[in-house]
């Protein structure tokens, strides 16, 4: 919507653009955006530490870069990869801890990409970067901490959210040491 509607707007530019675009390559547009969604859903499957077959898997990728389109901060495309995870026998902290998992894998790839392409292509041009107030940040901490501190003082706290956060953790990191120390499943998250 958000695309589309600033082009309809000024839609003899629209018409201008359809009538001088080259359509041979469109095809390639199509087959480069398919791969896209097969190399979503073989990243997916490697950061999963038992087997998952490919063709719900590419299905699910599919469904959740549709539903993350229309959920603020993609949520609901990291709730489709969880959901799915689940239905496939998956326990809830490790369907949680593979989704993350895999989302944390393509930022880092993405970043290192964008940094290499800042590097070869120059950086004229692309403004400063500032990190933000050291107070805010010292205020979040502070925050954090605190919160923390009560979950560990109050008994009822810690007996209702800190034990099963810690089994769930448990969890979520036997899941990610599965992944981590399989060779295939590494490649397949990173490739």
Known sequence: FYVLLPQLA???????????AHWGWLPVVVAATL?????????????????????PTLRAQVASAFVGRITPGSTG???????????????????????GL???AGFIIHLS???GFFAWTGTSGIGGFSLPDVNSILG???LVLS????????RPLRERLLRPAL????HALTAVQQVATSPLRVAQLVG
């Open 10 to 20: 000024d839609l003899e530019r629209t018409a201008d653009a359809f009538s001088s």
């Open 35 to 55: 791969a896209t969604f097969i190399g979503a859903a073989v990243s997916f499957m490697g950061s999963v530490p038992t087997p998952i077959r490919f063709w």
């Open 77 to 99: 495309g990291i709730a489709v990869g969880i959901r799915y995870l689940q239905r496939s026998g998956h326990d809830p902290a490790a369907a949680t801890a593979s989704v």
């Open 102 to 104: 895999n989302a944390a």
């Open 113 to 115: 990409l964008m940094v």
């Open 140 to 142: 979040v901490i502070a």
């Open 147 to 154: 919160i923390g501190g009560a979950i560990l003082v109050a």
């Open 167 to 170: 089994r769930s953790l448990g």
